[in-house]
């Protein structure tokens, strides 16, 4: 129904900037609400931030302010600037997407493959 691609992981520098692309693709679906979730080593998924069709967003509080989401509706594609990135924010990033998808128009939630963002000198 949907598929999702992400990139743009990788290592890089503290303080230094990388950004996330998740594209969606498939038949018959409607993208409600596009995210970005990550989970370090050894904790939980968490959420980054999520964005809604009219471009409402939310934040993680801890991430306010160093991370930007945005998406292309035309393109189904979501992104996530993060700047002056530290170490702590290593961690495998997910794309996860809330639709309606198929001939019965049903509600669906899928998750991309995750990619890696390393923080480190």
């Known amino acids: 129904q949907v598929q999702l691609v992400e990139s743009g992981g990788g290592l890089v520098q503290p303080g230094g900037s990388l950004r996330l692309s998740c594209a969606a693709s498939g038949s018959r679906f409607s993208i409600n609400v596009m995210g970005w979730y990550r989970q370090a080593p050894g904790k939980e998924r968490e959420l980054v931030a999520d964005?809604?069709?009219?471009?409402?967003?939310n934040y993680a509080d801890s991430l306010k302010g160093r991370f930007t989401i945005s998406r292309d509706n035309g393109k189904n594609t979501v992104y996530l600037q993060m700047n002056s990135l530290q170490p702590e924010d290593t961690a495998v990033y997910y794309c996860?997407?809330?639709?309606?998808?198929?001939?019965?128009?049903?509600?669906?939630?899928?998750w991309g493959q995750g990619t890696l963002v390393t923080v480190s000198s």
């Open positions: 996860n997407v809330h639709a309606v998808a198929g001939i019965f128009f049903s509600n669906v939630e899928v």
């Open positions: 964005i809604t069709s009219g471009g409402n967003t």
